[in-house]
Antibody
Framework: QVQLVQSGAEVKKPGASVTVSCKAS????????MHWVRQAPGQGLEWMGIINPNGGSTTYAQKFQGRVTMTRDTSTSTVYMELSSLTSEDTAIYYC????????WGQGTLVTVSS | EIVLTQSPGTLSLSPGERATLSCRASQSVSISYLAWYQQKPGQAPRLLIYGASSRATGIPDRFSGSGSGTDFTLTISRLEPEDFAVYYC?????????FGQGTKLEIK
C-alpha cells in the first residue's frame, strides 16, 4: 500500500533553516510528482511547491521562492523540503502529498519557530 | 494565480440534512481541474472529489461534486456524523495549485 512517512517534529529559532523529509513506499517513486503543503495553526492549506522525482525539476509558489528548496533521493525514495530564514509565521504542519490531485498524504510534520 | 473563495465559512447542519458547499474561482479553472478534500482535526486531508465531479476511491456516493468554469459545488446528500469536518477546494488547472480557505461543517 502507498505510504508517505515524514520526519519528526522540529523546533527552530528564527533565522534558522529546517529540512523535512518524506519517505515514499508502495509505488514506483519516480512515476509521481510530490507536493508540499503547509497548514499554520488553526488555518487553511497552503500549497508550497512541487518536485518531479524523475529528474528533480521543481516549481515553487511565488511566496516561497528564494527560501524553499525541494530535493529528492531516488535511492531511498525520499523527498526533502528545506525552508530557510524561518520566522514565527512559518510555524505550521508541513505535509508531503503525492500527485495532483493529492491522493496520498504524509502524516504531517510540525515545525515550530520560536526564540 | 487563481484565487478560490469558499462559502459559507461555517455551515451548521444536523445529521440527515443536505449540505451544499460552494467554491468560486477568480478565473476559469481549465478542464474542471477542481478537487475537494475533507480534513478532520489532527488528520491529514483526504481527497474526496477530483475533476470537479469524480469521486475518489472509497468515497461514499452521498458525496457529489458539480460545476465548471468559475463556480463549483460539493454536495453531501444526507449528512452522517462522520461528515462534520472542514472541506477545502483546490484548483490544479494552472501550474500553481491554490486552495480555498475552507468551509467548516459543524453539527447544529
Amino acid at each position: 500500500q502507498v505510504q508517505l512517512v515524514q520526519s519528526g517534529a522540529e523546533v527552530k529559532k528564527p533565522g534558522a533553516s529546517v529540512t523535512v523529509s518524506c519517505k515514499a513506499s508502495g509505488y514506483t517513486f519516480t512515476n509521481y510528482y510530490m507536493h508540499w503543503v503547509r497548514q499554520a495553526p488553526g488555518q487553511g492549506l497552503e500549497w508550497m511547491g512541487i518536485i518531479n522525482p524523475n529528474g528533480g525539476s521543481t516549481t515553487y509558489a511565488q511566496k516561497f521562492q528564494g527560501r524553499v528548496t525541494m530535493t529528492r533521493d531516488t535511492s531511498t525514495s525520499t523527498v526533502y523540503m528545506e525552508l530557510s530564514s524561518l520566522t514565527s509565521e512559518d510555524t505550521a504542519i508541513y505535509y508531503c502529498a503525492r500527485d495532483i490531485p493529492h491522493d496520498y498524504w504524509g502524516q504531517g510534520t510540525l515545525v515550530t519557530v520560536s526564540s | 494565480e487563481i484565487v478560490l473563495t469558499q462559502s459559507p465559512g461555517t455551515l451548521s447542519l444536523s445529521p440527515g440534512e443536505r449540505a451544499t458547499l460552494s467554491c468560486r474561482a477568480s478565473q476559469s479553472v481549465s478542464i474542471s481541474y477542481l478537487a475537494w478534500y475533507q480534513q478532520k482535526p489532527g488528520q491529514a486531508p483526504r481527497l474526496l472529489i477530483y475533476g470537479a465531479s469524480s469521486r475518489a476511491t472509497g468515497i461514499p456516493d452521498r458525496f457529489s461534486g458539480s460545476g465548471s468554469g468559475t463556480d463549483f459545488t460539493l454536495t453531501i446528500s444526507r449528512l452522517e456524523p462522520e461528515d462534520f469536518a472542514v472541506y477545502y477546494c483546490q484548483q490544479y488547472g494552472s501550474s500553481l495549485y491554490s486552495f480555498g480557505q475552507g468551509t467548516k461543517l459543524e453539527i447544529k
